[in-house]
């Protein structure tokens, strides 16, 4: 078993090295229709499996479509990390769509419209 320093550098390498898999390397074009970035990399306490959360922008066709060409990749981006990263093992890579980034945005924007209707309903009404 791995300290959990050592996972957590191994899991910010992988985290590094797959943005610029995805940025330049990555040919798919299902991959590159949607903007694709990683939001973070969870790496079992063995190094033997890496789990690489990314948030796509855009539409939920291309969402589709983006992950389909992540899981098709997946081959590759293990055997790239395993020529760009030294461990004894290269871990397997599962990517994951993450949402967070959604849902945040969603929350803020009803707490933007509660916030306006407030102030609306607080207003003082003039008279005619």
């Known amino acids: 078993m791995a300290t959990e320093r050592r996972v ?3 899991a910010e390498l992988i985290k590094r090295e797959v ?7 990555i ?10 970035s ?3 990399v969870e790496v079992s306490g063995d190094l033997q499996h890496a789990k690489i959360f990314v948030s796509i922008y855009s539409t939920d066709e291309v969402r589709r479509s983006t992950m389909a060409g992540l899981k098709a990749a997946s ?3 293990r055997r790239e990390l395993g ?3 030294r461990l004894r093992r290269t871990p397997e890579v599962v990517f ?23 102030s609306a309903s607080e207003a003082p009404e003039t008279e005619s």
């Open 8 to 10: 957590a550098r191994v």
């Open 19 to 25: 943005s610029q898999l995805l940025m330049y390397e």
């Open 27 to 36: 040919r798919d074009e299902r991959v590159g229709a949607g903007m694709v």
């Open 38 to 40: 990683v939001t973070d």
């Open 75 to 77: 081959g590759f981006v």
């Open 83 to 85: 020529q760009r990263i």
């Open 96 to 118: 994951i769509e993450d949402r967070s980034l959604e849902r945040g945005s969603r929350v803020l924007s009803l707490l933007n419209q509660i916030g306006q209707q407030q």
